[in-house]
């Protein structure tokens, strides 16, 4: 992806005339140029410990060029843009590695843990809580260990209907193998072009269609992983009674348990029919129950989100698709997956409680449209942080009986951190029969320290989540940003356990310093 913005090059792109007059009516416009010119730091690694990362992959495989660098430097959160685009690049690693299978991985941790040189596992380099920004003091030098070598699909079983990946295959990359036989995983997040496999995995990811394929950490039925004590093979069975589950250590973990070299994941076959719709509510509270009813009847359609007032007036609004009012409501989104049959008989029971609650059916055209439009907001972001307006979201979860103060405290908690003209939209796009999660996007004028800005609205928003009795996240993972209230959210205890487990796992502490514990 671009060093400075969201994913492809080519596909970056200006806000259009008509937008462009609403930012500067909303926000006023500020030229905020990217630095062009700025180089990461020379590596810390010596020749003589780059040569043996060589003699361990192929010196082919070790980069330490200044361009590969750069593109390995932090995720994709606002801060980790706004920071490349000042030209920060201290995080950036010293070598970029790229092993090929399990062995050559358990190789460089084990490298690694020998000369004391933190590891910081890259699939898609999506992250959005700062989960690429190793801690670099007490170690000899930092290397990016880039999975993008380990892209195969290595087993398909049609009988048990399950696939083993490797965790280098980007989501499109590891579609198309499994089209090959007929087969889906479903799993289309937001990052879905960009994020990899073992990404998924490693930070419990979930997709727009969860409500009917799931999380992907519900799909994993095994996993193997490397870490610097030796390998971890977990998963034998659908179901079994033999302990804790560990695969749950490393699912989440993101790696700094482990490496993930390979998943073993649920599949589906390729739908004959995908549909979507769209519905009109009187209000987020009349949607938000709406949704309730279905997860609790068992009715859920494959894609099933809800905006509020305001990301429905902001992005979604247009009378002729919103029923022709002047007052768009709140716009559900549902969609269905499957054969031609079960589409149908899906559709019709979804849609009789729906019309029953009073939720008033718009066609297929507000459904078709988010549904080509849904990889493209990240692209507006940049578009906007080129005119001075700061955009970026937080998402929790919370059981029903609680969402609506969460809603309430997260919404009053940035609105008051980010000022006056400052918007804050929100959605449900993750349901089940006891709770859903809430995705907030905020926008608002840059100040002059825009990283800063963020930052207070961040913990705002966050301290609000934790006194609401709410997670800190439900799919972006922990990362370092989230660290101080994921403490609070597990307590003392819990942090003592993953402590334990880093110690076990990795008792040198290379992989991935900083990051998830506490």
Same mark, same amino acid.
Request: some cysteine; charged content about 20%; aromatic content about 6%.
């Given at each position: 992806?671009?060093?400075?913005?969201?994913?492809?090059?080519?596909?970056?792109?200006?806000?259009?005339?008509?937008?462009?007059?609403?930012?500067?009516?909303?926000?006023?416009?500020?030229?905020?140029?990217?630095?062009?010119?700025?180089?990461?730091?020379?590596?810390?690694?010596?020749?003589?410990?780059?040569?043996?990362?060589?003699?361990?992959?192929?010196?082919?495989?070790? !980069?330490?060029?200044?361009?590969?660098?750069?593109?390995?430097?932090?995720?994709?959160?606002?801060?980790? !843009?706004?920071?490349?685009?000042?030209?920060?690049?201290?995080?950036?690693?010293?070598?970029?590695?790229?092993?090929?299978?399990?062995?050559?991985?358990?190789?460089? !941790?084990?490298?690694?843990?020998?000369?004391?040189?933190?590891?910081?596992?890259?699939?898609?380099?999506?992250?959005?809580?700062?989960?690429?920004?190793?801690?670099?003091?007490?170690?000899?030098?930092?290397?990016?260990?880039?999975?993008?070598?380990?892209?195969?699909?290595?087993?398909?079983?049609?009988?048990?209907?399950?696939?083993?990946?490797?965790?280098?295959?980007?989501?499109?990359?590891?579609?198309?193998?499994?089209?090959?036989?007929?087969?889906?995983?479903?799993?289309?997040?937001?990052?879905?072009?960009?994020?990899?496999?073992?990404?998924?995995?490693?930070?419990?990811?979930?997709?727009?269609?969860?409500?009917?394929?799931?999380?992907?950490?519900?799909?994993?039925?095994?996993?193997?992983?490397?870490?610097?004590?030796?390998?971890?093979?977990?998963?034998?069975?659908?179901?079994?009674?033999?302990?804790?589950?560990?695969?749950?250590?490393?699912?989440?973990?993101?790696?700094?348990?482990?490496?993930?070299?390979?998943?073993?994941?649920?599949?589906?076959?390729?739908?004959?029919?995908?549909?979507?719709?769209?519905?009109?509510?009187?209000?987020?509270?009349?949607?938000?129950?709406?949704?309730?009813?279905?997860?609790?009847?068992?009715?859920?359609?494959?894609?099933?989100?809800?905006?509020?007032?305001?990301?429905?007036?902001?992005?979604?609004?247009?009378?002729?698709?919103?029923?022709?009012?002047?007052?768009?409501?709140?716009?559900?989104?549902?969609?269905?997956?499957?054969?031609?049959?079960?589409?149908?008989?899906?559709?019709?029971?979804?849609?009789?409680?729906?019309?029953?609650?009073?939720?008033?059916?718009?066609?297929?055209?507000?459904?078709?449209?988010?549904?080509?439009?849904?990889?493209?907001?990240?692209?507006?972001?940049?578009?906007?942080?080129?005119?001075?307006?700061?955009?970026?979201?937080?998402?929790?979860?919370?059981?029903?009986?609680?969402?609506?103060?969460?809603?309430?405290?997260?919404?009053?908690?940035?609105?008051?951190?980010?000022?006056?003209?400052?918007?804050?939209?929100?959605?449900?796009?993750?349901?089940?029969?006891?709770?859903?999660s809430l995705y907030f996007t905020v926008a608002a004028r840059q100040v002059e320290d825009p990283v800063a800005q963020w930052q207070a609205a961040k913990a705002a928003a966050s301290d609000a989540m934790i006194a609401a009795g709410a997670t800190i996240t439900h799919h972006h993972a922990v990362g370092t940003d989230h660290k101080p209230w994921f403490a609070l959210e597990i307590g003392e205890v819990g942090v003592r356990v993953l402590r334990a487990v880093k110690a076990e796992l990795d008792p040198a502490g290379i992989l991935n310093p900083g990051v998830l514990i506490p």
């Open positions: 992806m671009h060093p400075q913005r969201w994913g492809d090059p080519a596909a970056a792109t200006d806000l259009p005339a008509t937008a462009l007059g609403l930012v500067e009516l909303a926000f006023g416009l500020q030229d905020r140029p990217a630095v062009t010119d700025a180089t990461p730091p020379g590596s810390a690694l010596d020749a003589t410990l780059l040569d043996g990362l060589r003699e361990l992959v192929g010196a082919e495989h070790v !980069l330490t060029d200044d361009e590969t660098r750069t593109l390995r430097t932090r995720g994709k959160s606002t801060t980790d !843009l706004l920071r490349a685009r000042a030209g920060d690049l201290t995080d950036a690693p010293d070598a970029v590695v790229r092993p090929d299978g399990h062995d050559e991985v358990a190789a460089v !941790l084990a490298w690694a843990s020998e000369y004391r040189v933190a590891v910081v596992p890259f699939g898609g380099g999506t992250s959005v809580t700062g989960g690429l920004a190793a801690r670099r003091d007490g170690f000899a030098g930092v290397v990016s260990l880039d999975l993008v070598r380990m892209k195969r699909l290595l087993a398909v079983d049609e009988v048990s209907m399950t696939a083993t990946l490797e965790p280098g295959l980007r989501g499109p990359e590891a579609e198309a193998l499994l089209a090959g036989h007929g087969l889906t995983l479903g799993h289309y997040p937001q990052s879905f072009e960009h994020a990899s496999i073992g990404g998924f995995a490693a930070t419990r990811s979930s997709g727009q269609s969860s409500a009917g394929y799931g999380r992907f950490d519900a799909m994993v039925v095994a996993l193997t992983a490397a870490t610097p004590t030796g390998p971890l093979v977990l998963g034998s069975s659908p179901a079994n009674a033999a302990g804790p589950d560990l695969r749950q250590l490393l699912l989440g973990s993101e790696g700094a348990f482990g490496v993930i070299t390979s998943v073993t994941v649920r599949v589906r076959r390729t739908p004959a029919v995908t549909t979507y719709e769209g519905w009109r509510w009187s209000s987020f509270d009349a949607g938000s129950d709406a949704m309730r009813t279905l997860a609790q009847a068992g009715l859920l359609p494959t894609v099933i989100r809800l905006s509020d007032e305001s990301e429905t007036a902001i992005n979604l609004a247009d009378p002729a698709s919103i029923g022709g009012t002047e007052d768009p409501g709140c716009l559900m989104i549902t969609g269905y997956e499957g054969t031609a049959s079960q589409v149908d008989s899906r559709r019709a029971a979804v849609s009789a409680v729906l019309a029953g609650l009073g939720g008033a059916p718009l066609g297929t055209e507000p459904g078709e449209k988010w549904s080509h439009g849904r990889f493209g907001a990240p692209y507006l972001r940049d578009a906007m942080l080129d005119h001075g307006v700061l955009v970026e979201t937080v998402e929790t979860a919370t059981f029903w009986s609680h969402r609506q103060r969460l809603y309430a405290d997260v919404k009053a908690a940035l609105q008051a951190a980010l000022g006056e003209g400052s918007l804050v939209l929100c959605h449900v796009s993750h349901v089940y029969e006891t709770g859903c």
